[in-house]
């Protein structure tokens, strides 16, 4: 089955304490992007990636680290997580945008949802 | 930079009624891709369509149809004779021709009271 899968679904931690939310496709896709969803605001791009080791800020990077060392993988890293990090967190991916077809279209994994003490 | 605005935060309709989602947004390509994504309460996003900048046409979808406007900037999106499950956020979304950055807009509640 075609999916995006992020683990874990649901994370509490305390200040200062680095953690790795990870995400996987199995589509090929070349695109991956990782977005937070706060109330009121929607959703903000955290970082994107239009390859392996190609990765480049969204609106909101502060505070996270990404890398992208395989197609398949894009890991989000928090070194030091504040409070102000606590948000449901999704990730996505797409194929190379075309005119034709369903491309451009992103797939969402299930979110994760991350509470920072 | 970029930017989309749904500027109804809220919506409350009776079942069956129209009810249309405005979507507005702000970019410097010629060349972009507006989608629109529905989030019910258990919370994952599906897509529900995607409309190239050069494709004007207006699409519709059994009870869902959407009116791409260039001149306005507009991309709404209608549901006819609304049913309770179309209760969800929905959401705008604007994607720049280099395929890199996406905006989405801060999203619609819609609620269908039966």
């Known amino acids: 089955e075609a999916q995006v899968t992020q683990n874990p679904r649901y994370l509490i931690t305390v200040t200062g304490k680095k953690l790795t939310v990870t995400c996987s496709q199995n589509?090929?896709?070349?695109?991956m992007s990782w977005y937070r969803q706060d109330p009121g605001l929607g959703l903000r791009q955290i970082y994107y990636?239009?390859?392996?080791?190609?990765?480049d800020k969204g609106d909101v990077p502060e505070g996270y680290k990404v890398s992208r060392k395989e197609k398949r993988n894009f890991p989000l890293i928090l070194e030091s997580p504040s409070p102000n990090q606590t948000s449901l967190y999704f990730c996505?991916?797409?194929?190379?945008?075309?005119?034709?077809?369903?491309?451009?279209?992103?797939?969402f994994g299930p979110g994760t949802r991350l509470t920072v003490l | 930079a970029q930017k989309v605005t749904q500027a109804q935060t809220e919506i409350s309709v009776v079942e069956k009624e129209d009810v249309t989602l405005d979507c507005v947004y702000e970019t410097r390509d010629t060349t972009y891709y507006l989608f629109w994504y529905k989030q019910p309460p258990s919370g994952e996003l599906v897509f529900l369509i995607r409309?190239?900048?050069?494709?004007?046409q207006n699409e519709i979808s059994g009870r869902y149809s959407w009116n791409f406007q260039k001149s306005t900037s507009s991309f709404n999106f209608t549901i006819t004779a609304s049913q309770v499950v179309d209760s969800a956020v929905y959401f705008c979304?604007?994607?720049?021709?280099?395929?890199?950055?996406?905006?989405f807009g801060t999203g619609t509640k819609l609620q269908v009271i039966p």
């Open positions: 409309r190239n900048s050069f494709d004007e």
């Open positions: 979304a604007l994607r720049g021709g280099g395929y890199q950055k996406v905006t």
């Open positions: 996505a991916s797409s194929p190379p945008g075309l005119a034709g077809g369903r491309y451009n279209e992103q797939f």
């Open positions: 990636s239009m390859n392996v080791e190609v990765t």
């Open positions: 589509m090929n896709h070349e695109y």
